[in-house]
């Protein structure tokens, strides 16, 4: 079902005439579709023998799969690929890693005692691997070392697959990172983000689950939170790791203030951002791509910054949105060569796996989209779609979902909203939550008295609200120790 407020119907009617044929109009803001997609479901495990330890690594053949990688074979268990917090280590005698450590001198792996570098730490004038069953750690820097053993080692880096032997890293021996282990804010652990896989990683190559709110642009009641105070306890209050922030097309150029303002929010309070060009239909490409554009020059040198061109593209073929999606991106990536890029795809982002089928290809750092509404959606109806997407190596983002109807009413299904997060967080699936409004709808997280800025006593969340952000809250410390 499309859904617009009522008041806004005049102005998008236009833009949604594409639409009418799939579907009836409903007043409302959340703008997401009814169910469909193949149903059942499908198993997220890929090889013969092997498991999926939620941790984004797939392997096979017995072991435990590193975090990222393939592990043919394998035998080391590591959380984020890395020795984590001390006595792991699969090798026989081998000295541990501590996470966010370095480790000097010290010897892993069976044989030739060589050094190990620790998760975002480093590893000087060591080698990493021993002659037989050496180790390496995700993240850190090896300087002057060796990566990988020359028989028979077992370990794999994050993104890397290790097979017959020999360690593959993400992006070599040398990290790029000094840590990823602050403790303040969400960008300052977590760095640029970046696709690895079938995961969003953060700049150490680890598996980083964002979860946030996302705005409201249709009318005042959710306009009035487009500002730098509501931001900061939606960070800090809320323990909201991103916000996104939709732009409804319509209100462009007019409203670029506005979103500017959220995002210098964002960026003041260390979490990431996701501005969103938000319309449900047909898009006009042009101005979406000057829209980002403009960002791309104002914002694209912060690692807070991810794009979301299309909302929630309708009856448009996957190749009508496939070529929308590059033009943006190639007016973009001049400017901004590697923040992450969020597609959205057929029928309000429910067929990802159509995607996945015909990928972009022209850029990397891409996701694709998934919106859905627990007690219109139900996870056995999609499943099947999304997995099609992880097990071919693609990463997921539900930039848009809630508890309730896909119209932004009814009842808030606890019990299903429940399995759609714990599907998420055994797959690494980053989520915005719809909405930040105090409209009367049951999709508004705050009552129709609440104020604009927070912080916001009990008395101004709604019961969805409530669920919503302790949600956020019960998870804030597990994406601040990844």
């Known amino acids: 079902m499309i859904r617009v407020p009522c008041q806004s119907f005049p102005t998008l009617f236009n833009s949604l005439l594409l639409s009418v044929a799939v579907g009836s109009i409903a007043c ?22 092997g498991d999926v330890n939620g941790s984004g690594g797939f392997q096979n053949g017995g072991g435990t799969a590193v975090t990222g990688g393939s592990n043919t074979g394998g035998t080391i268990a590591a959380t984020g690929g890395s020795n984590s917090g001390g006595n792991t280590s699969a090798a026989t005698g081998g000295k541990t890693a501590t996470t966010g450590g370095s480790v000097s001198g010290g010897n892993t792996g069976a044989g030739t005692g060589g050094k190990t570098a620790a998760t975002g730490g480093s590893n000087s004038g060591g080698n990493t691997g021993a002659a037989t069953g050496g ?6 820097g090896n300087s002057g070392g060796n990566a990988g053993a020359a028989t028979g080692g077992k370990s794999a ?17 040398t990290a790029t990172s000094t840590g990823c282990n602050a403790t303040t804010t969400p960008v300052a652990r977590h760095g640029k983000l970046s696709v690895k896989g079938n995961r969003i990683v953060n700049e150490c190559g680890r598996p980083v689950t964002l979860r946030g709110m996302s705005l409201y642009d249709w009318n005042q009641k959710g306009w009035q939170f487009y500002n730098a105070d509501a931001v900061k306890n939606l960070a800090q209050q809320k323990k909201s790791t991103l916000v996104r922030v939709p732009l409804i097309a319509a209100n462009y150029p007019g409203s670029m203030d506005r979103v500017k303002t959220v995002l210098d929010a964002c960026i003041a309070n260390g979490i990431y951002c996701i501005p969103n060009w938000h319309v449900v239909g047909a898009s006009n490409v042009d101005n979406a791509t000057a829209f980002y554009v403009t960002l791309a020059q104002a914002y694209g040198n912060t690692p ?45 982002d429910q067929r990802p796996d159509e995607a996945c089928n015909d990928p972009v290809t022209s ?37 848009e979902y809630g508890g309730v109807s896909s119209n932004g009413s009814g009842t808030f299904n606890t019990a299903e909203m429940q399995s759609w997060w714990n599907y998420m967080d055994t797959n690494f699936i980053g989520s915005a939550n719809w909405a930040v409004e105090t409209n009367t709808e049951t999709s508004s997280v705050f009552t129709t008295t609440a104020n604009a800025n927070g912080p916001w006593q009990d008395s101004e969340i709604t019961s969805s609200g409530t669920q919503v952000f302790q949600y956020l809250a019960s998870k804030y410390e597990e994406t601040m120790s990844q």
């Not at 409302?28 to 023998?49: K, L, Q, R």
């Not at 180790?135 to 850190?140: S, V």
């Not at 219109?376 to 779609?385: D, G, H, R, T, V």
């Open 157 to 173: 880096a994050t993104g890397g697959t290790s097979s017959g032997g020999g360690v593959t890293s993400t992006g070599g021996t």
């Open 363 to 399: 850029t990397n750092n891409i996701a694709y989209v998934l919106h859905f509404y627990a007690n219109s959606n139900k996870l056995s109806a999609f499943q099947a779609n999304i997995d099609t997407c992880l097990n071919k190596g693609f990463a997921i983002f539900a930039s």
């Open 28 to 49: 409302s803001g959340t703008g997401d579709g009814s169910v469909s997609g193949a149903g059942g479901s499908s198993t997220t495990e890929v090889g013969s023998g």
């Open 135 to 140: 180790m390496t750690a995700t993240g850190g």
């Open 304 to 348: 807070n910054i991810i794009y979301e061109p299309w909302n929630e593209p309708t009856t448009d073929t996957w190749a009508t949105i496939k070529t929308y999606h590059e033009k943006v991106i190639a007016a973009v990536r001049p400017i901004d060569p590697d923040n992450v890029f969020l597609l959205g795809n057929r029928q309000w």
